[in-house]
């Protein structure tokens, strides 16, 4: 299923861990962008007929000659192209420049220097700081390339070739530590590649509905409801698209938030006036995930588990055709490699990595495309009420991913009771949509405390809560004493089994959000 626009931006992706932001970046400019294979051939891209591409970075160094190079026709097919770092380098290596090592390399805040205020740098300062990461540089500039702009450390960190629309900058314009560099890609999107400001949340709901409408038909679908907001909206899209051919199952695996069957009732049964069905499949859960430790493992069980059990219910329902489900981009780029071994995989999603091979359903996957911020956005297009559009985000493991080690109920109910009292204590402070995402963690190791004058030896429960923009990158929220003083003294004394509460202050990265 489509859902996606006529007018689009691709970025070719070269390996940079973090290319998702560029693909954000686009679409904070309202024109839809979506990360493709580099070595995606001319013929796809003359059916797809982008408005540009941008050329992401990436760690590998066009010296090498395992590292990845796009089809030479590209340059051939009249489209602008922007390359970013690695992606400058390619284009003045393809191009007939030159591109050399060097011994500084350029890392971290770099002052830049433009020499040209037009093109990419229309309205832009001609002193600005920006962010650099690479050895390599180009030293000579191609035929038919201008310089746009210098460093001290690079005489080309900037080259443009207007009438063919090719741009390069050795920066990156992607990231914050670049504050101007979205007005970089405004110029590249708006004025090179003639984009309008079109993408919004009002536009996707349209064509979602509409793809949905076409590849169903007259069949009937169930939808995984969990509460989160992701399936949230897609059971809502879904609904306004085929009404009563869609049957929502929510699934209660023994590792869902405290109340978490009650709110889905109440929203989806009496709200919405869905068809709904509720199935305690605990027992088989924890029975399927006895002894195991391991994250990954957890993950494939989990969603498996859910699929049959989904399989299950929908023969009960009766003739079943299509699964819909939440799956996001962010999901999808960090569980596949689009290029191959110069990309590392983080962590499967049950969305995407966990399905079983033999699986009876046709997936329908409307939020594919788009990034968890602007989910929220759809959900009140939707007429989602606040809570749940601002709901925390959940993983689909549930707390068996937050439970560091193995899983029986005592253990989720602990971490079920502590997470509510940090919910609650961040929401009661005024705080619930200033802090992206918080949540309790519960590390099974003890340790020895007092209370009441007598020995302990018990769990602690770690709090994370962080802040973010799309989820990609984030940081440890800094939250005010008071409220870290309450959620601790209710944590330690409303919570049986935990004599301690921890503070995790991580960064995403070189850590990721979740723990496991």
Known sequence: MATKPRQKILILDFGAQYNQLIARRVRDARVYSEVVPYNISPAELKKVKPRGLIFSGGPASIKRKDSPFPDPEIFELGIPILGICYGMQLMGSMLDGKVSGTRKAEYGKTELTVDDTSNLFEGLNPNLICWMSHGDKVTKLPPGFEKLAHTRSSKIAAMGDTERRFYGVQFHPEVVHTPW????????????????????????????????????????????????????????????????????????????????????????????????????????????????????????????????????????????????????????????????????????HHNVGGLPEKMHLKLIEPLRFIFKDEVRHVAGQVGLPPHIVYRQPFPGPGLSIRIIGECNRERVKILQEADAIVLDEIYKAGLSRDVWQYFAVLPLIRSVGVMGDERTYEYPIVVRAVTSEDAMTCDWARLPYKVLEKISNRVVNEVNGVNMCLLDIKSKPPGTIEWE
């Open 181 to 348: 560099g979205i007005d970089i890609i405004k110029n590249f999107l708006y004025d090179v590649c003639d984009c309008k400001p079109s993408w919004t949340p009002e536009n996707f709901v349209d064509l979602a509905i509409s793809d949905i409408r076409r590849v169903v038909g007259k069949r009937r679908v169930i939808c995984g409801l969990s509460g989160g907001v992701d399936s949230s909206v897609v059971a809502a899209l879904v609904h306004m698209a085929v009404k009563k051919q869609l049957t929502c199952i929510f699934v209660d695996h023994g590792f869902m938030r405290k109340g978490e069957m009650e709110q889905v009732r109440d929203t989806f049964e009496d709200h919405f006036n869905m068809n709904l069905v509720c199935v305690d499949a605990s027992d088989r859960f924890f029975r399927k995930l006895k002894g195991v430790r391991d994250p990954e493992r957890k993950r494939k069980i989990v969603g498996e588990e859910f699929i049959r059990v989904f399989e299950e219910e929908a023969s009960k329902i009766g003739k079943i055709d299509f699964l819909a489900q939440g799956t996001l981009y962010p999901d999808v780029i960090e569980s596949e490699s689009h290029t191959g071994a110069t990309k590392v995989k983080i962590k499967s």
